[in-house]
């Protein structure tokens, strides 16, 4: 673990923006300090002791098994293992769980309709509840073989162009603009008597990976468009980057990280010389524009829980919330037809189509979806995965473990030891998983570091085995070919490895 410490990073160039862009120091300010400042001195060392990286893989470390500390989910592993609540929430709290989860699962209908606490659906949309793209609270995948693209989706965005929009990239206002008639989704559905957007179109290019010991694995490039686009042409410089619905375990125990904890790992000029620049990402939190740390989205757009429930409201269903308050959802100037549509609005209910209490009850859901517990944590094999896991330097960005801040908005989620396999910074990985498209301070080339915990149950709940942002890969070896960039060295060691010690450390991974 690097210690901590205070810098000062630059953001990156946006469009010739650096001249314009602020030097923003974090760790010298209150704002993002990177000691912890919710722990005693007693509590401190204890904290550094139990998330010291280990040095033995003879057996399991202590609590390994309870990856979401008291939070873990015990219940049986089967197709409901990403649904179960926080082990430690209260009675009370499990009935607000349960109605989170009957919004969660909710079909919304077009305005207007008989049953008016549920209309206001689009009028463009990509589903028409929350489940339809986080089947079973899991991972989402690409169309394959004929199928809707219902939980995968493209973000439309452009660079800056004047010296107007670079100054509101630099502080944090915008994190990059939208197309001028398609916004910022491409919406693949639309309520009745109004065309949708267009549809989206993968091709696949196989490519052969020889490995160390003479295998050869294929991994396939995709290539991306979109036809039948329904209003006309996008712009030349608006780029589309495929996101598949990620899983939803463990979204407020990494909420409860504390800030100095990430930010000590943070090295954006890669000081160390290690090839590892982890870079965090500033946003503006949705309700009070107050600048916070990104850790939810793939590249950590968001700073809360609430903050990425409420933007899967406007994009991808379309409905108005408190926090995203405009009722026509990405609908633009340009879509004259799509505003002109009536919406959700119940005066009598409140002045939007999902008033309170709905998003703070999604949230609330969403934050406690327990993380299930480990398995097969003492197996020979997978103790071998794991060294293998963390002499190829994997954990240099997918960190093991990490103690909440006692301070955490919910009891549940406070002063747990948990064990996500993230470090929830950006990093460059390599233009082969580039996708050109700019978001706040991360360029086209970053990704945030996804947590691996409950990865392993991605089949058992899913039905699948497609990872990476685009669901690109069809299994974790190829998942692991395609890190580049900052990662390239990991994937190397990972290639070299024999068949026998690459099936140990993807059993390691299977045990998440």
């Known amino acids: 673990m690097r210690t901590p410490r ?38 401190q060392k204890r904290v550094e002791s139990v998330t010291r990286p280990t040095t033995d893989f003879s057996k399991p470390e202590p609590f390994e098994t309870m990856s979401a500390g008291a939070a873990t989910s015990r219940a049986d592993v089967n197709g409901d293992a990403f649904s179960h609540f926080s082990a430690n929430i209260t009675f009370e709290e499990e009935g607000t769980f349960k109605l989170g989860n009957a919004l969660f699962t909710k079909l919304w209908v077009s305005a207007p309709s008989s049953t008016q606490a549920s209309d206001g659906l689009g009028p463009l949309f990509n589903a028409r509840a929350c489940q339809s793209c986080h089947l079973k609270d899991g991972r989402g995948h690409p169309p394959e073989g004929g199928a809707d693209a219902t939980s995968m989706f493209f973000r439309l965005a452009r660079p800056a162009r004047t010296d107007e929009e670079r100054e509101a990239v630099a502080d944090y206002r915008k994190l990059n603009f939208p197309d001028a008639i398609y916004g910022e989704q491409l919406q693949d559905l639309a309520v009745s008597g109004l065309a949708s957007e267009g549809r989206m179109q993968i091709s696949y290019q196989e490519i052969p990976v020889k490995l160390g010991d003479g295998e050869v694995v294929n991994v396939r490039k995709p290539s991306y468009s979109v036809t039948d686009l329904g209003y006309g042409a996008m712009e030349g410089d608006v780029t589309l980057s495929p996101r598949i619905a990620p899983p939803m375990i463990g979204m407020g125990l990494i909420q409860a990280i504390h800030d100095a904890d990430i930010l000590a790992k943070a090295d954006p000029g890669d000081k160390d010389g290690d090839g590892i620049s982890g870079k965090p990402a500033m946003v503006r939190d949705h309700k009070t524009g107050e600048l916070k740390l990104g850790r939810f989205g793939f590249k950590a757009q968001n700073a809360s829980v609430r903050d990425q429930s409420s933007s899967a409201f406007a994009g991808d269903l379309g409905i108005s919330t408190p926090d995203n308050p405009f009722d026509h959802g990405d609908c633009t100037k340009a879509e004259a037809a799509c505003l002109a549509m009536p919406t959700g609005v119940q005066q009598r209910l409140g002045p939007v189509e999902a008033p309170d209490p709905v998003l703070p009850l999604v949230t609330f859901y969403s934050e406690n979806l327990a993380v299930p517990a480990r398995r097969d944590i003492g197996d020979k094999t997978v103790l071998k995965g794991k060294e293998l896991f963390y002499q190829a330097g994997c954990t240099a960005c997918h960190t093991p473990k990490f103690v909440t801040s006692r301070d955490a908005g919910d009891k549940a ?33 970053e990704w945030r570091t996804q947590p691996l915990w409950g990865i392993g149950l991605t089949e058992t709940v899913n039905a ?18 395609w890190h580049g960039g900052e990662a390239q060295k990991a994937r190397d060691a990972f290639a070299a490895l024999s068949r026998q010690d690459r099936a140990a450390l993807l059993k390691f991974l299977e045990s998440l």
């Open 413 to 445: 989620h406070a002063f747990q030891l948990i064990w996500p396999y993230s470090d929830f910074l950006l990093h460059d990985m390599g233009e082969g998983l580039a996708d050109g498209q700019p978001v706040g301070v991360a360029t086209g080339n």
């Open 464 to 481: 699948h085995t497609f990872f990476l942002h685009d669901g690109r890969a069809r299994n974790l070896t190829e998942a692991v070919l």
């Open 6 to 43: 205070s810098f000062v990073f630059l953001l990156p160039a946006l469009s010739g923006a650096l001249l314009l862009t602020p030097l923003i120091a974090i760790g010298g300010d209150a704002l993002f300090p990177t000691v912890r400042t919710d722990l005693n001195p007693k509590d």
